[in-house]
């Protein structure tokens, strides 16, 4: 399932990530096919996007080599899903190229649990602040270390959320541009 932007965070939403500042992408970290063979690259920086801070996943994809995927990983912390408790939704308030990425959210007691959604940010801002793209969490589906489908082993609770991630796979080649404001949790 992609979802669309929407304008504005519902009230009652709480910060997961917000990378107003250098030091707000710390912890942050590219994985790419080449752990794998392939030899797509990417890069997880911060950048001075339209005048605010956004934490930066850029690179060139290739199927080559029989790669195919690009990531970017936060930092594990179990303070996500004490933000996240309750949450409905999950948004991503950022600009992208076109493509649609793939956010990963690790889940439950050992962070073993994977959940995803697609999702395609407008790629023009509205005025500074990206774009707004609301995910409600019944649309993430369990899936295994591959991101292939699986049978979720509990039911989603957001309380669980100890990582996110944003990959880009489905043979999406090409350069590519992801600029992410911020990450929250919209009750």
Known sequence: MTT???PTPATGSGVLFDFATPQSVTGWSSVDDSVMGGISKSTTTWDD?????ALLFSGLMTTEQNGGFASTLGPPAQSL??????AKALGVNAIGDGRTYVLQ???GQSGADR???RFTPSTKPDGTNGNLVSIPLES?????RFLRPTAPRTPF????IVQISVYLIDEQIG???LAIKAFTAIN
Request: charged share 10%.
């Open 4 to 6: 669309t932007p929407t």
């Open 49 to 53: 996007t339209n005048g605010s801070g």
């Open 81 to 86: 899903g004490q933000v996240a408790a309750g």
């Open 105 to 107: 959210l690790r889940a």
């Open 115 to 117: 959940w995803i959604a």
């Open 140 to 144: 993430f589906a369990p899936v295994d």
């Open 157 to 160: 609770d957001p309380a669980t």
């Open 175 to 177: 350069n590519f541009r």
